[in-house]
């Protein structure tokens, strides 16, 4: 087993997930095992209760692990399915001590203090200590540091990360390879001077500057000797042959280059002033989009500035907000909790379905499209006949539509994980786009579900549950008649979609926008040549794996 550490400098955000994804992407490509552990030092158990204006989405694993949104970009550059034992916190840590020291389990051995930051200073420690565990041809640590470049000179700083480095050698652990995140690429005498006042070799200083497409890493990582490197340090037996996964990537980043047609999607949600809220959800676009050959514009929009109270108090935002809304080649209500901006999410979904423009509800995007539906359809707002299917804890501002309609148990938990969803319909859009599947196995997070008792209601004015859990109690998919692309998800799907592997429900949204979709259908959902991977046209790729796109497995 080898043991790779990837530390950061300088700040926060510096870019290690995006390294450590990279670097296991290379290793993966020459044949070896991969895995990931993310290490945070916050004193929660895990992401759970996290705000996504404080530290991005919570991602959510197949065992129902709630965690950092980096397990994500592991998840999507590997290729592989993580567990909640793969992110460590202060929190966890400390709560399986106690719960050993309370059981009597250390035998009465006294557990030693912390000095410094009182966060991550035991993982430092741990790591110090672990590095002579394992020994050296096992152990290689890879700090990510920041080499700014103020407009004012225009020159390369190399002090942060000379400090850095410093600090972290104070601490016990010395960098194997220091790889540099700037502006542009770094000039030879800056990778010099860095090599001399931080004592590596030239060779061991990376420079991963700013690029188009974060695809991009893995090739100029592997462009900069990497693997040779990991060859020798680790004493890791790699034959050096071809490597078909890097091919792909390097196939797919210059088509992310080369693309020229353009299709928007207006996401409305609640959180969006930070991009890393919806992280998941942007690159579940993003490989969709790229699978099609389109470039891919993200319209934020704030669903409380659609509501009619945005129109009297901040006129501005309310007008600019339906501009972009009706700009939209699609519209995509992602998941969230809470009261606030409901009715605007609401307002969008409506003018989503009257105009018959490409919509996608995730899982409280599809609940709210029911809602939606019961309200201006089946004329149910006001009504509070079925007061027996809701919690009476709801705020009163909650329409009653979405007291009707929605429903949980008191004291229910959250329902989290990979949960199976079987298709009820054959002619169902989402299930053509799932390979004719008859059932998917997609991760959840949600405690509201939709009140089965009162689907024959929607059923009989052409909103059909085409998706249910194997008990048919859970409501998982809807898709409206008569309409170019209406589809809502209990689950999370872009929790699984992955670069050259897009989500369906997704695509599906992605094909609607950019209406390709019937066609796609009626070719028994295989695109055009000139829409794949297989366009040989100045590729990059002799690959023939790279010709058709691969749904995610259904097993």
């Known amino acids: ?25 290379i290793l993966k490509s020459c044949g070896l095992h991969v895995t990931a552990i993310k290490i945070d030092p916050y004193i929660n158990i895990d992401a759970g209760t996290f705000s996504p204006y404080e530290h991005g989405e919570v991602f959510v694993l197949d065992d129902g692990g709630e965690v950092d949104l980096d397990l994500g970009n592991y998840e999507r550059f590997l290729d ?17 001590v106690i719960n050993k020291e309370r059981r009597g ?32 041809d096992n152990f290689c640590n890879i700090h990510v540091s920041l080499v700014p470049q103020p407009n004012s000179t225009g020159e390369q700083k190399t002090k942060p990360t000379q400090n850095s480095v410093r600090e972290l050698r104070g601490l016990g652990l010395s960098p194997d390879l220091i790889v540099c995140r700037c502006s542009t690429p770094l000039d030879t005498a800056v990778k010099e001077k860095i090599s001399m006042f931080c004592h590596v070799e030239p060779e061991q200083v990376i420079c991963i500057h700013d690029v188009s497409s974060i695809y991009r890493v893995p090739l100029l990582l592997e462009d900069q000797g990497i693997v040779d490197y990991f060859c020798g340090r680790l004493n890791l037996l790699i034959e050096m042959r071809p490597r078909k996964m890097l091919t792909k990537w390097k196939e797919m980043s210059d088509r992310s280059d080369r693309l020229l047609e353009h299709t928007s999607i207006a996401l409305v949600g609640k959180y969006t002033k930070l991009s890393d809220s919806y992280a998941s959800v942007i690159k579940a676009l993003e490989h969709s989009a790229l699978a099609i050959n389109y470039k891919l514009e993200v319209k934020y929009i704030d669903s409380a500035d659609l509501e009619p109270a945005a129109l009297q108090e901040e006129p501005v935002k309310y007008h600019e907000a339906w501009q972009k809304l009706c700009r939209a080649d699609g519209v995509l209500v992602p998941g ?54 809701y919690d009476i804890s709801f705020k009163s501002n909650f329409t ?40 998917v196995d997609e991760r959840h997070r949600h405690r509201f579900e939709v009140n089965p008792e009162l689907k024959h209601h929607f059923e009989d004015r052409g909103f059909r549950f085409v998706g249910q859990d194997l008990e ?36 599906g949204l992605l094909l609607a926008a950019s209406g390709k979709l019937q066609n796609y259908l009626q070719k028994g959902c295989r695109l055009s040549p000139r829409d794949t991977y297989s366009d040989r046209s100045g590729s990059s790729s002799p690959d023939s794996e790279i010709s058709e796109i691969k749904f995610p497995s259904l097993a």
């Open 1 to 25: 087993m080898k043991y790779i550490l990837v530390t950061g400098g300088v700040i926060s955000g510096i870019g290690k997930g995006i390294i450590a994804s990279s670097v296991g992407t």
């Open 80 to 96: 592989i399915r993580l567990t909640r034992d793969n992110n460590l916190t202060t929190g966890k840590i400390y709560q399986s």
């Open 105 to 136: 389990d250390y035998l009465g051995k006294t557990l030693g203090g912390t000095v410094g930051d009182i966060e991550s200073m035991p993982f430092i420690e741990a790591f110090r200590q672990f590095q002579f565990k394992v020994k050296r």
């Open 336 to 389: 969230g909790f809470g009261v606030r901006g409901t009715e605007g999410k609401i307002q969008a979904i409506n003018w989503a379905r009257r105009q018959k423009k490409p919509f996608l509800g995730v899982c409280l995007g599809m609940q709210l499209a029911v809602c939606e539906f019961a309200r201006n359809v089946l004329g149910w707002e006001g009504k509070n006949t079925h007061t027996r299917f």
């Open 400 to 439: 009653h539509a979405f007291k009707v309609c929605l429903c949980y148990q008191l004291g229910g938990t959250m329902r989290l994980g990979k949960r199976r969803t079987l298709f009820k319909s054959t002619s169902s859009i989402l299930r053509k786009l799932y390979g004719d599947a008859e059932y």
């Open 472 to 507: 048919g109690e859970r409501m998982e998919i809807i898709e409206l008649e008569d309409h170019t692309y209406f589809v809502g998800v209990q689950y999370h799907p872009e929790f699984t979609s992955r670069p050259i592997k897009p989500s369906p429900p997704y695509f």
